[in-house]
């Protein structure tokens, strides 16, 4: 894998690499100043969705076997099974020793339900305006959820800046360490690049607020593994966009129990368990069927 995440990068790739990787981290401190930045820091976002088409091709090219659409479906349930299991352990250990940081995120989830209740229940003063354009309150709920669910749909896309961050670092250490590169030990160096990206994943979780200590630290422990998780998923199913949809579902879900419906990611998780198990049931058979004409035309030549 890692000879193929390496391989010779164009003078335009790697502009781009270093404009979603770098660029990224600039605009998204920015965020807690200018709102321009968070505006530019989505449109890099949507860029860099083509930049992952360059990038998947390093990272997929290693699969021997062309995937049928069944197991590419099962890949994603299994990734999304797994990134769940995770960070449910994840943030249950963040509860327990970061408590500055888990008081302050849910004081944060509390009040971003109330601001969105505001939005979505106007004060009774204003009831008869609401009531005489129906338009447009549909529209102030709409822009109450649908600006949250662009954003989180946008963060699956921060796994091109992690896979990108990934080559980046396997370059840098290919050339600064070319005698143990040589050697056959790669594996290690994708093991820092992905414990070093992961600790950038945190850290930028913390970027565009200024928060005390004790709650950045719990934030940048927390986010960090989801972002090792996240990078483990990528490297097993050694797919970037499998990667993507799982972190911008579980983003969307997560948002969804904040102010809708408080079991929003269990259920997520339940339905995508039932696709798991009902798909991985029909691949079986599919393959003890396959395997069994495989045995009756062996028997039949055998008999000729």
């Keep these: 894998m890692t000879t193929n995440l390496t391989k010779p990068i164009s003078i335009k790739l790697l502009f781009t690499m270093l404009v979603v990787t770098i660029g990224a981290e600039v605009l998204l401190y920015l965020t807690r100043y200018s709102y321009l930045a968070g505006t530019f820091y989505d ?67 509390q009040d971003y339900t109330d601001m969105q209740m505001d939005v979505e229940q106007p004060p009774a003063a ?19 959820i649908g600006a949250d669910l662009y954003t989180d749909a946008l963060a699956g896309l921060e796994e091109v800046w992690r896979l990108a961050y990934i080559i980046l670092l396997l370059v840098v250490c290919k050339k600064l360490f070319p005698n143990r590169w040589a050697s056959g030990k790669r594996d290690l160096f994708l093991m820092v690049a992905l414990f070093l990206t992961s600790i950038l994943f945190g850290i930028d979780h913390t970027l565009d607020s200024v928060e ?21 998923i990528l490297l097993w199913t050694r797919s970037l966009w499998v990667t993507v949809l799982v972190h911008s579902l579980y983003d969307i ?9 408080d079991s929003a990611v269990e259920l997520m998780a339940l339905a995508v368990l039932i696709i ?4 991985l049931t029909l691949e079986k ?16 030549q ?3």
Excluded at 62 to 80: H, I, M, N, P, Y
């Design 276 to 279: 798991h198990v009902f798909l």
């Design 302 to 304: 055998a008999a000729e």
């Design 43 to 109: 449109a890099m976002m949507v860029s860099s969705f083509f930049v992952g088409l360059k990038l998947h091709q390093r990272i997929s090219s290693s699969e021997r076997f062309r995937l049928t659409k069944r197991q590419q479906v099962l890949k994603f349930t299994g990734a999304f099974l797994v990134f769940f299991l995770g960070s449910t352990i994840i943030n249950i250990y963040s509860s327990n020793i970061f408590n500055d940081f888990n008081t302050d995120y849910d004081q944060y989830v």
């Design 126 to 144: 204003a009831d008869h305006q609401t009531k005489a354009e129906p338009v447009s309150t549909f529209f102030e709920k709409v822009d109450a």
């Design 285 to 300: 058979l599919n393959r003890k069927r396959a395997l069994q004409q495989l045995g009756t035309a062996e028997e039949a």
């Design 253 to 261: 879900t997560a948002t969804l129990s904040w102010y809708y419906l």
């Design 212 to 232: 005390p200590w004790g709650v950045k630290i719990g934030a940048i422990v927390t986010f960090a593994n989801m972002g090792l998780l996240f990078g483990l």
